[in-house]
């Protein structure tokens, strides 16, 4: 411990010796420079006229660059100016600018520029901002590119890149902007290789701007990695703009470290951030405290966020108060965000006035929410058409949805089109809602290229069917989500296979489900096995679920055993149930068994 307190104080010792050596170096040089200037040196009196302008010693300062710029020091001239100009005398600092400028100081051409800017003349500015540009001053490009860019000028980027060029940071930070606005610009796909090209060039200059410590350049910088999936990186530039104090950052960086499985240090970003008024970061403190049912917490910061101006914050205290079926305050506050514009506000409060039977006012705000883009607001609308009889007006809604991505959209397209004759459209809508995970989608495109299977042949003997076609694989795929019919196609297309294994799995978990066709099958395929005890009790849930062929199954079996009665009963319920067939069969098999019971 003693000898790191002795390796601590050596290190202050050691500042302490190099700062007061700079101090007395300092001090040397100006009064060396003191003494030539007093002499008469010219250089010397323009070198100690801008130290002391420097240290604020405007009085002290003034004497030698007066003195400096009769003797024609340009240098001195554009200080003398600066000097005015800090005192308050901007047109006399002006006429020594021009002195300075006239005479090949580039500095001073820039002060100049900006001086007639600052009065409107801006022919006079663009004038002496460009001489001092072309002479490699880089506050002079950066100025005269801002007053390209003012007027909209083509010519800003380049001199913006020429002051970037020269280390400039905020003109770095400005040309990335307009690289990456091009980028976008360009080709939002990015299938153009341009795009690309103008964003990797935006990067560039953004890192160049923020590793000089601009923090917007970091935030943004750290958007584009995070937009790449580089997060690490995008976190630490995040970082790095939070602490120099930029909202955006501290709540983007909240987020990154939520959807790291962070979330107690995600809260102490947002809370820095929610705390300097950012509406996007309170919200989120809320959605966090909603989630662990701290629900008053969570609606004072989305009272904080309405507070910021974030419309979001009225919508999420109006899920706030559903949630806990306070519909009254929800639709309140459903409808402040929808007056505000806020598309899913405006599609939740038609839904909750749709909930209470008022259709008449919900349809404006599903309009309104729809043509602003909400995908939920357009299908809800097709619903609202199709419930009326509209369908054609309920069509143009389900394809407006369905081509944004709406998965139920999507399936009630297929089904309008199939409805239609159209296959092929049908098709095209189907393949979206079954890939976007629709079990119904699936089991209706799975039909449709069934359909066009040819029948099967004969089999050959001992040959099996292992290979699955593409419909029983949407087949399949809907049965996993517990599609009922779709589970029975497969137990049926497994059995045609000879696969009695899965077919069985696949007709019992329909049959378990409810499926009448699943059970009666799951009998059939028992009996054949030999169980036909338990394929009785599968045949018996069917008939009681309606379906005219178990219960026929029934009557057979009950004839067998002997059971006249039972037989008899079983065969009224399957002329009761159909189809005709099944009806005319077991009227006929009753008739036999009431002559066989009176005989």
Same mark, same amino acid.
């Given at each position: 411990?003693?000898?790191?307190?002795?390796?601590?104080?050596?290190?202050?010792?050691?500042?302490?010796?190099?700062?007061?050596?700079? *101090?007395?170096?300092?001090?040397?040089?100006?009064?060396? $420079?003191?003494?030539?200037?007093?002499?008469?040196?010219?250089? *010397?009196? *323009?070198?100690?006229?801008?130290?002391?302008?420097?240290?604020?010693?405007?009085?002290?300062?003034?004497?030698?660059?007066?003195?400096?710029?009769?003797?024609?020091?340009?240098?001195?001239?554009? =200080?003398l100016g600066v000097l005015l100009h800090q005192r308050g005398y901007p047109?006399?600092?002006?006429?020594?600018?021009?002195?300075?400028?006239?005479?090949?100081?580039?500095?001073?051409?820039?002060?100049?520029?900006?001086?007639?800017?600052?009065?409107?003349?801006?022919?006079?500015?663009?004038?002496?901002?460009?001489?001092?540009?072309?002479?490699?001053?880089?506050?002079?490009? +950066?100025?005269?590119?801002?007053?390209?860019?003012?007027?909209?000028?083509?010519?800003?980027?380049?001199?913006?890149?020429?002051?970037?060029?020269?280390?400039?940071?905020?003109?770095?930070?400005?040309?990335?902007?307009?690289?990456?606005?091009?980028?976008?610009?360009?080709?939002?796909?990015?299938?153009?290789?341009?795009?690309?090209?103008?964003?990797?060039?935006?990067?560039?200059?953004?890192?160049?701007?923020?590793?000089?410590?601009?923090?917007?350049?970091?935030? =943004?910088?750290?958007?584009?990695?995070?937009?790449?999936?580089?997060?690490?990186?995008?976190?630490? @530039? !995040?970082?790095? *703009?939070?602490?120099?104090?930029?909202?955006?950052?501290?709540?983007?960086?909240?987020?990154?470290?939520?959807?790291?499985?962070?979330?107690?240090?995600?809260?102490?970003?947002?809370?820095?951030?929610?705390?300097?008024?950012?509406? =996007?970061?309170? =919200?989120?403190?809320?959605?966090?405290?909603?989630?662990?049912?701290?629900?008053?917490?969570?609606?004072?910061? !989305?009272?904080?966020?309405?507070?910021?101006?974030? #419309?979001?914050?009225? +919508?999420?205290?109006?899920?706030?108060?559903?949630?806990?079926?306070?519909?009254?305050?929800?639709?309140?506050?459903?409808?402040?965000?929808?007056?505000?514009?806020?598309?899913?506000?405006?599609?939740?409060?038609?839904?909750?006035?749709?909930?209470?039977?008022?259709?008449?006012?919900?349809?404006?705000?599903? %309009?309104?929410?729809?043509?602003?883009?909400?995908?939920?607001?357009?299908?809800?609308?097709?619903?609202? +058409?199709?419930?009326?009889? %509209?369908?054609?007006?309920?069509?143009?809604?389900?394809?407006?949805?369905?081509?944004?991505?709406?998965?139920?959209?999507?399936? &009630?397209?297929?089904?309008?089109?199939?409805?239609?004759?159209?296959?092929?459209?049908?098709?095209?809508?189907?393949?979206?809602?079954?890939?976007?995970?629709?079990?119904?989608?699936?089991?209706?495109?799975?039909?449709?290229?069934?359909?066009?299977?040819?029948?099967?042949?004969?089999? #050959?003997?001992?040959?099996?069917?292992t290979e699955k076609t593409e419909c029983e694989q949407w087949y399949e795929?809907?049965?996993?989500?517990?599609?009922?019919?779709?589970?029975?196609?497969?137990?049926?297309?497994?059995?045609?296979?000879?696969?009695?294994?899965?077919?069985? $799995?696949? +007709?019992?978990?329909?049959?378990?489900?409810? %499926?009448?066709?699943?059970?009666?099958?799951?009998?059939?395929?028992?009996?054949?096995?030999?169980?036909?005890?338990?394929?009785?009790?599968? @045949?018996?849930?069917?008939? &009681?679920?309606?379906?005219?062929?178990?219960?026929?199954?029934?009557?057979?079996?009950?004839?067998?055993?002997?059971?006249? %009665?039972?037989? &008899?009963? @079983?065969?009224?319920?399957?002329?009761?149930?159909?189809?005709?067939? #099944?009806?005319?069969?077991?009227?006929?098999?009753?008739?036999?068994?009431?002559?066989?019971?009176?005989?």
């Open positions: 411990m003693g000898d790191r307190a002795t390796l601590l104080e050596t290190g202050r010792f050691v500042q302490r010796y190099a700062a007061n050596a700079e *101090s007395t170096a300092d001090a040397e040089e100006e009064a060396r $420079h003191r003494r030539a200037a007093d002499a008469g040196d010219t250089a *010397s009196m *323009s070198v100690l006229g801008a130290l002391l302008l420097r240290r604020g010693d405007l009085d002290g300062a003034e004497n030698y660059l007066r003195a400096a710029t009769s003797e024609g020091d340009r240098a001195a001239a554009n =200080n047109d006399e600092a002006a006429g020594w600018w021009r002195v300075a400028a006239v005479a090949g100081s580039a500095a001073a051409a820039h002060a100049l520029g900006r001086h007639h800017r600052e009065l409107g003349d801006e022919p006079a500015a663009e004038y002496w901002l460009r001489q001092s540009a072309e002479q490699g001053h880089a506050l002079g490009a +950066y100025a005269l590119a801002d007053l390209l860019e003012h007027r909209s000028d083509v010519g800003a980027e380049r001199w913006l890149r020429a002051a970037a060029e020269q280390g400039h940071r905020e003109a770095s930070y400005r040309l990335a902007r307009a690289l990456e606005r091009r980028a976008l610009e360009t080709d939002p796909s990015g299938a153009d290789p341009k795009g690309p090209e103008l964003m990797t060039e935006a990067t560039q200059w953004y890192r160049q701007a923020a590793a000089r410590g601009h923090r917007r350049a970091a935030l =943004n910088l750290g958007a584009i990695l995070e937009k790449r999936g580089e997060l690490k990186e995008a976190g630490r @530039w !995040y970082l790095t *703009s939070a602490k120099e104090g930029e909202t955006r950052a501290a709540c983007a960086l909240g987020f990154l470290l939520r959807d790291a499985g962070d979330e107690e240090s995600a809260a102490i970003w947002w809370l820095r951030a929610a705390q300097d008024g950012d509406g =996007n970061a309170a =919200n989120a403190l809320g959605a966090l405290h909603a989630a662990h049912g701290e629900q008053q917490t969570a609606e004072r910061w !989305y009272r904080a966020a309405m507070d910021a101006g974030d #419309v979001n914050g009225a +919508y999420n205290l109006g899920l706030l108060c559903a949630a806990q079926d306070r519909t009254v305050q929800a639709e309140q506050w459903y409808r402040r965000a929808a007056y505000a514009g806020h598309r899913e506000a405006a599609n939740a409060l038609a839904v909750l006035l749709l909930q209470a039977d008022d259709a008449t006012g919900a349809e404006p705000w599903f %309009s309104k929410a729809a043509e602003a883009g909400s995908v939920d607001a357009a299908f809800n609308l097709g619903i609202l +058409y199709a419930g009326r009889g %509209s369908d054609r007006a309920a069509l143009r809604w389900y394809e407006r949805a369905a081509a944004a991505g709406h998965t139920e959209a999507a399936l &009630q397209v297929g089904i309008a089109y199939l409805r239609d004759g159209d296959e092929q459209s049908a098709e095209r809508h189907l393949r979206c809602a079954a890939g976007g995970g629709s079990a119904e989608g699936a089991f209706r495109l799975a039909t449709v290229l069934d359909s066009r299977e040819p029948p099967p042949g004969l089999p #050959v003997l001992g040959e099996t069917y795929r809907a049965a996993e989500q517990g599609h009922r019919r779709a589970q029975v196609r497969v137990g049926m297309l497994a059995a045609g296979r000879g696969d009695i294994a899965e077919a069985a $799995h696949w +007709y019992r978990e329909a049959a378990e489900a409810g %499926s009448r066709n699943g059970a009666f099958n799951l009998g059939l395929l028992l009996a054949r096995e030999g169980g036909e005890r338990e394929a009785a009790l599968w @045949w018996t849930r069917a008939a &009681q679920a309606g379906h005219g062929r178990a219960a026929l199954r029934l009557a057979l079996l009950a004839a067998r055993r002997g059971e006249l %009665s039972e037989g &008899q009963r @079983w065969c009224a319920r399957a002329v009761e149930l159909g189809p005709s067939e #099944v009806s005319e069969r077991a009227a006929r098999l009753r008739e036999a068994l009431h002559q066989e019971l009176t005989a």
